[in-house]
């Protein structure tokens, strides 16, 4: 009995201590919101759905069936529900990939070791691509390069010249490829700049005096050092472009092109959702498997080691004749990713006719103007349009609302993980909180559609509000600032909280007089990366916005749908301009407190 006592007031004690009880709240909170919706999609593709009775005479609404898993992997219909999605997936993906990498790797290279001029102006502005939305890239293409012969309208290459571009330049796997490469290279610009601004200039000096070639210096010496870099922005880069929405359904869908991002949100909305779980379920096993595969190659690969302590030097690499073209190139790659599509958009939402680009017809109507009849239905100009405003009032508030939450639940699961360092339930929240970021936005989304379009057990159903939209937002966040939470607190000596304790302080004292205001500084960088986040998110949400709860992202998706470009290049330019807006505050802020 008296082995007993003890065990229960040990496991009391236990339970008692801060970060243990935080970390118990947030298994449980981190089982409903991604473990549970995976669960729950799973299910839903072995039952029978109302819907599934116009597709077979044997559908018994609520019944087990293995109906679905058979229509996508054993059907006259695998090969265009699921092949070729998953083919056209890849292919772009990795194309994308290998692209955004050989752009990113150069520009590092030139930024990092070269004497190329205005070098810092070049870093600050190769992060821009990224910051523009990745579907908004795509309809600055549609804007240029769109033909007549789908759709009737034509872009302002084919009004300027009168020459029709080809189906292949204006929709499908080019274009996506291209615009894709565009936005994402950044990516392997700021890893592989990292690395090689790490690495000892001697390493490549030695090769110089043992008769190298440059070329064969950055082959065998330079690049291999960097791997780790290239390997994760190559990872990062095919994970994020094989769950992309936006941009393979405005290039790809009008001519047939589709993805398994874009045949989930067919399926779903064509109500056969269970096909587009299964679909939703590959996306995530691909994902997940590419990430495995990095962490293993990088796990044992050879030892990357280029700083040590024998002192360290940086020299530069003349680039001689080449210094004045490689800029000049720079500055192309910067007026095609930045701004050409700026300039394409506002001028679309200046012009009165689609097919009209002329001077004479340029026009404020869809940003002041007055309902007029003769004109998109008779819907207002975007800044009178009181269904624009209010999704721009739902995007910001949505932004807020979960930058605020994801951001203060980052900083409860980094004392979490930090308190209770080298534990399993430590290490169990740290992982579980990293999970959404292996799943892609479009199933992510399809995700918490399963789970929370009808009453689940305890769980109500909240499709069609707008606390649906922001917990799905807060819960995709949670790896950045949950990430963000760790390095604040692992800042932060355990001795001011034991002083504290003490003295008789209670946690909540404790942590909200010294904790919380040491770590809000460095948590405030992930509320504004949410923010930013969450102000251009397309994939993440188009599953679940209803026209209550519709952002100007979700509008500009409408809008292109049904063929009023003015109005989705206006609100194109909008969310940029916020987007950017909150990018400076981010640098800032940033520098103010040596983020």
Known sequence: MKIKGKTISRLKNYVRQPHIVISLVFLVILLVIVILPFAKMVEDSFVWQFADLRLSRDAEPGGFTLFHWKRVFDSALTQNILFRPLMNSVSTSLSVSVFAMLIGTFLAWLVSRTDLPFKKIIATMAVLPYVIPSYIHALAWLNLFKNSRIGGAVGVFQYLTGIAPPDWLSYGYFPIVTTLSIHYFPFTFLLVSA???????????????????????????????????????????FSRVLGTFGTPYFLGTPVRFYTLSTQIYSNIINRVPSVGYILAFVLIIISAAIIFINQRMIGKSKSFVTIAGKGFRVTETPLGRLRSPLLYLIILLFIASVILPLVLL??????????????????????????????????????????????????????????????????????????????????????????????????????????????????????????????????????????????????????????????????????????????????????????????????????????????????????????????????????????????????????????
């Open 346 to 595: 506002v001028w679309q939402t200046l012009t009165l006719y689609p097919n009209d680009y002329s001077i004479k017809h340029l026009t404020l109507l869809f940003w002041i103007g007055e309902a007029n009849t003769a004109f998109a239905e008779g819907e207002a100009g975007l800044l009178r349009n009181p269904a624009i405003i209010g999704a721009a009032w739902n995007s910001i508030k949505l932004a807020l609302v979960s930058s605020v939450l994801a951001g203060f639940l980052g900083i409860f699961i980094g004392y979490a993980v930090v308190k209770g360092r080298n534990t399993k339930l430590a290490y169990a929240v740290e992982q579980m909180s990293f999970l959404p970021y292996l799943v892609p936005g479009i199933a992510f989304g399809a995700l918490y559609l399963a789970l929370f379009s009808h009453r689940f057990g305890p769980l109500p159903a909240l499709y069609g509000t707008f606390s649906l939209v922001v917990l799905v937002c807060v819960a995709k966040n949670l790896p950045f600032t949950g990430r963000a939470g760790i390095t604040s607190m692992l800042q932060i000596g355990s001795e001011l909280e034991e002083a504290s304790e003490t003295l008789g302080a209670r946690w909540i004292t404790r942590f909200r007089k010294i904790i919380l205001p040491l770590s809000i500084q460095g948590a405030i960088s992930g509320f504004i990366l949410v923010f930013i986040t969450v102000m251009r998110e397309l994939s993440l949400i188009i599953l679940l916005v209803t026209p209550e709860t519709r952002t100007l992202t979700t509008m500009t998706f409408r809008y292109q749908e049904q063929g009023y470009t003015q109005f989705s290049s206006a609100i194109s330019v909008l969310i940029i301009i916020i987007v950017i807006f909150g990018e400076l505050i981010s640098r800032r802020f940033g520098k103010k407190n040596g983020i």
């Open 195 to 237: 690395a090689l601004t790490s690495l000892d200039s001697r390493l490549e000096e030695s090769g110089e005096i043992l008769g190298a070639t440059r070329f064969h210096i950055l082959r065998r010496i330079t690049f291999p050092l960097v791997l780790p870099a290239l390997l994760s922005s190559f990872i990062l880069t």
